[in-house]
């Protein structure tokens, strides 16, 4: 998964260009930066990467979301739907703006069921955040035909499948918006930072204007100082640096995929010898980022005894309904509405409770994923760690 894997020069010379310039914002100082406009150089070229006609750079993966949701208006007495399996940061967000999040069931797709979002769009609903996690396709032309004939906007987190695509087409331009992330762990990655793709570009400008204090960045004789304001915004921008690892990791971002669907492969072959497996539905093979891999076992006492057996080789997987920050009942903070701000916002608001979660309202999610277990998909396999997992799942395969 990680592009941190195979950080290297490129990066280096990319980083030394801005250096060389002596600027590291991203905007203004046209005499002193050598015409090195790092950021907005990624920008074009993930949009172009990607099929969209703007994007816009930001500080995080989270912050993309936070933008994006801002831009289309979300705020305060409004719904926004995601599922129950995803990173904290999706739901974090939907907070921070006001906006109070409902959680959908996930399919075998191990993303947003389709059913279970049309049961849960109410008149509040103001949009909706399918997530492709772990590298592969939602099902998201069936959540973008629910949400249009309602006229809800959609935001696809495709924080976790920068390089996925589904028929042919780049994951992220299917929404309104799709948001990326490039953290630490992400496909690819420049430390912290974040993107939003679209192909609407009043949407992009109001993204572009929020993340920066609500700058219009117009061009006129006061320069940033003298640029208007057409709303309050706020301020996360991302800097020259992050773009210019940006550029190098996107160049290396098809090699990063081709890479993972051979090792992949090597995974999915290991655990099929496992009895009564069943892989996670993928909706298109051909654009699968392949970053991760997950299979299903018949049922939760299997399960537990199959990894038991795997990490006592030393190669155990990850079991996503143990894990506390991808889980809906695991949430405990959210689902007991802990926050430091005095007043219980966003949980509670003139003393009294407005967001209440029930730790059991997601019962089919729950019967699949206490079945799944999960290998993340490395660039780089050595020999020695194939033999050593091909002989763990080979072991656990007589449990
Ligand atoms: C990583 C991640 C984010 C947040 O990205 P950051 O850059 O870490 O803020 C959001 N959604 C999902 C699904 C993620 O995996």
Redesign the pocket.
């Known amino acids: 998964m990680p592009g941190f894997e195979i950080f290297g020069a490129e990066e280096k010379q990319q980083v030394l260009d801005v250096l060389d310039s002596g600027v590291l914002f991203r905007y203004e100082f046209a005499a002193q930066r050598k015409d090195v406009w790092k950021v907005r150089e990624f920008e074009q070229a993930f949009a172009a990467y990607t099929g969209a006609t703007h994007a816009q750079a930001v500080t995080?993966?989270?912050?993309?979301?936070k933008v994006a949701l801002a831009a289309l208006g979300v705020g305060a007495g409004d719904e926004v739907i995601t599922q129950g399996f995803?990173?904290v940061?999706?739901w974090e967000a939907i907070l921070d703006c006001g906006a109070v999040p409902v959680f959908t069931e996930v399919d075998l797709t191990l993303n947003m069921d389709p059913a279970d979002l049309e049961k849960k769009i109410t008149p509040k609903t103001k949009a909706i955040v399918p997530?492709h996690?772990m590298g592969a396709q939602a099902r998201i032309e069936e959540i973008k035909a629910i949400a249009d004939r309602c006229n809800i906007p959609v935001i696809e987190?495709t924080?976790?499948a920068a390089g996925g695509r589904l028929h042919g087409r780049h994951l992220g331009s299917f929404g309104a918006v799709g948001?990326f992330?490039?953290?630490a762990?992400?496909t690819m990655t420049t430390g912290?930072?974040?993107m939003c793709i679209t192909s609407d570009e009043a949407l992009w400008r109001r993204m572009s204007e929020y993340q920066d204090h609500g700058h219009d960045h117009a061009p006129n004789p006061g320069g940033r100082g003298g640029e208007g304001r057409p709303f309050i915004g706020f301020n996360y921008r991302m800097m020259e640096i992050q773009g210019a690892i940006g550029l190098a990791q996107l160049a290396k971002l098809d090699g990063i995929v081709a890479a993972q669907k051979t090792n992949k492969a090597f995974f999915q072959e290991a655990a099929s010898v496992l009895p009564g497996v069943r892989f996670r539905e993928i909706l298109d093979a051909d654009g699968d980022s392949a970053t991760f891999l997950t299979f299903m076992l018949p049922d939760s006492e299997r399960t537990t005894a199959v990894n038991q057996v795997l990490r006592d080789e030393g190669v155990g997987a990850v079991r996503w309904s143990e894990n506390g920050w991808h889980y809906y009942p695991n949430w405990e903070h959210l689902l007991e509405g802990k926050t430091y701000c005095h007043g219980g916002w966003p949980f509670s608001a003139h003393g009294k409770r407005r967001i209440v979660y029930d730790p059991q309202a997601l019962p089919a999610s729950a019967a699949i994923l206490e079945r799944a277990l999960t290998y993340q998909v490395p660039i780089l396999l050595a020999d020695e760690q194939k033999t050593k997992i091909a002989a763990a799942l080979k072991k656990a395969a007589q449990v």
């Open positions: 995080s993966g989270t912050a993309a979301l995803t990173f940061a999706t997530v996690m987190d924080a976790q948001t992330s490039f953290d762990v992400k912290e930072g974040g």
